[in-house]
C-alpha cells in the first residue's frame, strides 16, 4: 500500500531558527497537505498543494510540491515558541475516495 | 461557526464490548471522514461517507462500520474490541466530495 516517509522523526531547534521537514511517498499524489497536531486536538491544516512543482506560502510557512508528485517539502522561518507541535505530511488522491495518506509526523521542540 | 463536534471526548471499554462514536460536521458540509490515530503515529482512514452513502474504506475489519445520516452527522462503531482498537479516532468534514477536509479533536478510546 501506499508509504509515507516523513523526517525527521523530530527536531530541536533554538528560537529564531530556521525549520525544514520532507516527506517521499511510494506513489504519486494529485494533492500534498500539512497538516500541525497540538496535544489534545485534531490535526489542522496549514498548506495546501495541489500542482507539481507548486511552491505555497502561508505566514511563516513555506511547502512544495516536488515535479515528480512523490514528494514535499515544509519550511518554517524563525521560529517562535508557538510552533512546537507535531507536523505531518499528507498525500491524497481527489477523486477517488479521497482518503488521506498520512506521514508519522516530525515532532517540533523549541529550546528556549 | 462551529468546527467539527465529536463525541464523547473521551471513552474507556473493556475487551469484547461495543462503542458508537458520534461525529457532527461544519455546517453545510456533506462529507464526513473517520480516522484512527494510534499513539506516535499519523491518522489512518477508516471510511469517507458522502451524501449518506459509503465512498470509501480504508484496511479495517469488518468490526468497524459507520454511517451517515440524512442531517450529514456520523457515527463509528466498533463490536468486540481489542485493546489494539485503543487510540484517537478523529472526524473530519468536507462540503463536497473532494474538498478540503476539517478536523475534529478526536475522541479517545481507552480498551482494557
Known amino acids: 500500500g501506499q508509504q509515507l516517509n516523513q523526517s525527521p522523526q523530530s527536531m530541536f531547534i533554538q528560537e529564531g531558527e530556521d525549520v525544514s521537514m520532507n516527506c517521499t511517498s511510494s506513489s504519486i499524489f494529485n494533492t500534498w497537505l500539512w497538516y500541525k497536531q497540538d496535544p489534545g486536538e485534531g490535526p489542522v491544516l496549514l498548506i495546501a498543494l495541489y500542482k507539481a512543482g507548486e511552491l505555497t506560502s502561508n505566514g511563516r510557512l513555506t511547502a512544495q510540491f516536488g515535479i515528480t508528485r512523490k514528494d514535499s517539502f515544509l519550511n518554517i522561518s524563525a521560529s517562535i515558541p508557538s510552533d512546537v507541535g507535531i507536523y505531518f505530511c499528507a498525500g491524497q488522491l481527489r477523486g477517488r475516495d479521497d482518503k488521506i495518506i498520512f506521514g508519522k509526523g516530525t515532532r517540533l521542540h523549541i529550546l528556549p | 461557526d462551529a468546527g467539527v463536534t465529536q463525541s464523547p471526548t473521551h471513552l474507556i471499554k473493556t475487551r469484547g464490548q461495543q462503542v458508537t462514536l458520534r461525529c457532527s460536521p461544519i455546517?453545510?458540509?456533506?462529507?464526513v471522514s473517520w480516522y484512527q490515530q494510534v499513539l506516535g503515529q499519523g491518522p489512518q482512514f477508516i471510511f469517507q461517507y458522502y451524501e449518506k452513502e459509503e465512498r470509501g474504506r480504508g484496511n479495517f475489519p469488518d468490526r468497524f462500520s459507520a454511517r451517515q445520516f440524512p442531517n450529514y452527522s456520523s457515527e463509528l462503531n466498533v463490536n468486540a474490541l481489542l485493546l489494539g482498537d485503543s487510540a484517537l479516532y478523529l472526524c473530519?468534514?468536507?462540503?463536497?466530495?473532494?474538498?478540503?477536509?476539517?478536523f475534529g479533536p478526536g475522541t479517545r478510546l481507552l480498551v482494557l
Open positions: 473530519a468534514s468536507s462540503w463536497a466530495q473532494g474538498g478540503t477536509q476539517y
Open positions: 455546517s453545510g458540509h456533506k462529507s
